[in-house]
């Protein structure tokens, strides 16, 4: 079965059919840049121009970074503040006149990468970090997800994790990948401490540069590997969640 995936991200909104049974995306994605401000009505009008050039009448997925529950967006922490209690999956559905099935970016990205990525024969507790914009969680035990977690959000040292410890906080103040990592170590380390992972997967654009900074954390003692799906997971976690895959196998 098919079903366009659509990763929903601040600077560009990208889609792709998607094999749900491989997780493999049928063509080659497309990307459009992200509206700002990224108002529900012009990322509403970006999603529709998507599936549009896709000529999709089918099923589809949608990520969104926040908090999701029934297709109504709860949190908006780097997006514009319209959205907090906006029917994503309402607006989405009617504007293209197909179901659309929203959930968080992160958790689509650990679905996908637990079923076929670098979780797959994880049955302990396993759990996916998005380092970009923000630092997103995705929460596995016995490949099952605890949807909505939202880790980047701990505190510490009185900030925000994710301020410290995102892509976005290492090039804002301009952190070398020393400094940076010991962040995220320390971040690590304290999910560590409150959630006893057997698995940490690093996902994100920036875990594909993972041999830079990964071997440096030594204080962890949870198994660190990078997310194998890159930039393809969140469409793919998308397009899975739709079939109700939010059960990784
Ligand atoms: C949001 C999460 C999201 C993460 C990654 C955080 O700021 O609160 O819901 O998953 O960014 O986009």
């Not at 929903?8 to 491989?22: F, M, R, W």
């Not at 700002?36 to 549009?52: C, I, N, R, S």
């Not at 670098?118 to 996916?128: C, H, S, Y």
């Amino acid at each position: 079965m098919q079903v366009l995936g659509i990763d929903i991200g601040g600077t560009g909104i990208k889609g792709a059919p998607v094999d749900v049974a491989t997780g493999q995306l049928v063509t080659d994605r497309k990307k459009i840049l992200t509206p700002h401000p990224a108002t529900p009505d012009a990322v509403t009008a970006v999603v529709k121009e998507l599936a549009g050039q896709f000529d999709w009448t089918g099923p589809i997925g949608a990520t969104f970074p926040g908090v999701v529950t029934d297709g109504t967006v709860r949190t908006a922490a780097n997006v514009d503040k319209s959205w907090i209690d906006h029917d994503a999956a309402d607006s989405f559905g009617k504007a293209i006149g197909a179901e659309v099935t929203v959930v968080n970016d992160a958790d689509a990205a650990g679905i996908a990468e637990m079923t076929f990525g670098a979780g797959k024969d994880e049955r302990g507790t396993a759990l996916m970090l998005t380092f970009g914009t923000g630092v997103g969680s995705a929460l596995f035990t016995g490949g099952i997800l605890v949807p909505n977690t939202e880790f980047g959000h701990i505190e510490i040292r009185g900030k925000d994790a994710e301020k410290r410890a995102s892509e976005h906080a290492k090039e804002t103040h301009e952190w070398g990948w020393k400094d940076w990592t010991q962040r995220v170590e320390e971040y690590m380390q304290r999910m560590e401490a409150l959630l006893a992972p057997d698995l940490i997967i690093v996902g994100g654009g920036i875990s594909k540069e993972s041999e830079k900074w990964v071997p440096r954390i030594k204080g962890v003692r949870a198994r660190i590997v990078p997310a194998v799906m890159h930039n393809d997971a969140g469409i793919a976690g998308a397009a899975m969640a739709v079939t109700g895959s939010a059960t990784a196998k």
